[in-house]
């Protein structure tokens, strides 16, 4: 079946960087995308970016440009998220979400990983 | 960037009523919109996609509707276990946006 485990909650102070990580199993991870999307507390739901698992091209929202980056391992069939330059408004439950399809759409999500932003 | 609506905000319902949820586009998606559930502390559930596609598993109580501009997300009888926040998701545009949400709350 098909799973993704995220890596565990971080707290960061502002203007640190955290990699949060995404591993996955249960079906052949080339074949699709990956996608991260966020939510702060009490929030909706906020597309970040998507990475091609067989290039490796990744694809940024434009507001994230500059600050987070995409990338995998394919060996280990796990994707890596990395945000730079934390600020308060970065906390938030980060989701990693399969894509499928074209245009992608979401069928399996992972658990979230909830990244605290605090001086 | 395409703005996703959701009306209502909230809907307070019982147990074996049906749920009508709306999601209008501020222009057209076609037929690229998704409908997820989520429940309090977990991670969203994928319902619905291509605007009328039930997923794997998802019982055939939920079904969607709709194309373009104006969607509909309907629960023909809620259980227990379907009161939740749900969002629609269009993604046929770059960069993909989601509805606000709409709380079904028991009445």
């Known amino acids: 079946q098909v799973q993704l485990v995220q890596s565990g909650a971080e707290v960061k102070k502002p203007g640190a960087s955290v990699k949060v990580s995404c591993k996955a199993s249960?079906?052949?991870?080339?074949?699709?995308?990956m996608h991260w999307v966020r939510q702060a507390p009490g929030q909706g739901l906020e597309w970040v970016a998507y990475?091609?698992?067989?290039?490796?091209?990744?694809t940024y929202a434009q507001k994230f440009q500059g600050s987070v980056t995409v990338t995998r391992d394919t060996s280990i069939s796990t994707v890596y998220m990395e945000l730079s330059r934390l600020t308060s408004d970065d906390t938030a439950v980060y989701y990693c979400?399969?894509?499928?399809?074209?245009?992608?759409?979401?069928?399996?999500w992972g658990q979230g990983t909830l990244v605290t932003v605090s001086s | 960037e395409i703005v996703l609506t959701q009306s209502p905000g909230t809907l307070s319902l019982s147990p074996g009523e049906r749920a009508t949820l709306s999601c209008r586009a501020s222009?057209?998606?076609?037929?690229?919109l998704a409908w997820f559930q989520q429940k309090p502390g977990q991670a969203p559930r994928l319902l619905i996609y291509?605007?009328?596609s039930r997923a794997p598993g998802i019982p055939d109580r939920f079904s969607g509707s709709g194309s373009g501009t104006d969607f509909t997300l309907t629960i023909s009888r809620l259980e227990p276990e379907d009161f939740a926040v749900y969002y629609c998701?269009?993604?046929?545009?770059?960069?993909?946006?989601f509805g606000q949400g709409t709380k079904v709350e028991v009445k």
């Open positions: 222009q057209s998606v076609s037929s690229y």
């Open positions: 990475i091609n698992l067989n290039s490796g091209g990744a």
């Open positions: 998701q269009q993604y046929g545009t770059s960069p993909r946006t």
């Open positions: 979400v399969r894509g499928v399809g074209a245009p992608n759409y979401y069928d399996y």
């Open positions: 249960g079906y052949t991870f080339t074949g699709y995308y």
């Open positions: 291509g605007a009328s």
